[in-house]
């Protein structure tokens, strides 16, 4: 289950950028919480103690509980978002969503597959997960960090659905039931390239020789006539 931590705030008075300037000097972060029919209220926290959270957080649904100055008694939120800086992984602000112990909220919660499914490690086939994460509904005690699924006895053709998940007491999905979330499917055979038929035979093919370098054209056919002889002058 998620575990509830605590963290302390402080009310934030100025809102413009020069004064979130002066507070990110400091090494404290703008924040604000709102939900739980309250009006949003600024606030302001050591930007180390929204650093030691993230670190030692174990899923992506965080639940804290502010402790905020001047206040008897903390308030229970969920961390909503973390706004980080475009140029880097410095946070620039955070959004706290006020919730009520004793009411139930709706959450993803990321879906994770636990073992090696019989089909993949003993038939070679692949393991397909289709849902990444689960939407579900709990009170905030109830909130799980993550939703394993035991896939090891899965063989080659197997489904898991939404509703064949084990999940934990006091928490209900609220996704289709009949919506598939792991399946295990034979391995993909590689096709065999096959060559393309031959083209049709083309007619036969007329090469014609060319002429010897420097070879004499061919005399003309036409017989040529003969000169008529001459008379001879006879001198009488």
Known sequence: MAKQVKIKAEHREGTGRSAVRKLKARGIIPAVIYGAKQKPEPLQISARDINA????????????????????????????????????????????????????????VPLEALGVATGVKNFGGLLEQSLRSLTIECLPRDLPDRITVDVSNMNIGDTIHVRDIALPEGVVAKVQPDLTAFSVVEPAVEEVPVAAPEAAAAGPEVITEKKAEGEAAAPATTPSKEAAPKEKDSKK
């Not at 308030?75 to 706290?96: C, K, N, T, W, Y």
């Not at 969503?97 to 709706?106: G, Y």
Request: cysteine-free.
């Open 53 to 108: 959270i993230l670190s030692h957080a174990s899923g992506e649904n965080i639940l804290v509980e502010i402790e905020i100055d001047g206040e008897k008694g903390g308030r229970a939120a969920m961390l909503q978002e973390i706004q980080h800086s475009p140029l880097g992984d410095a946070i620039m602000h955070v959004d706290f969503h006020a919730v009520s112990m004793d009411e139930k909220i709706e959450a993803d």
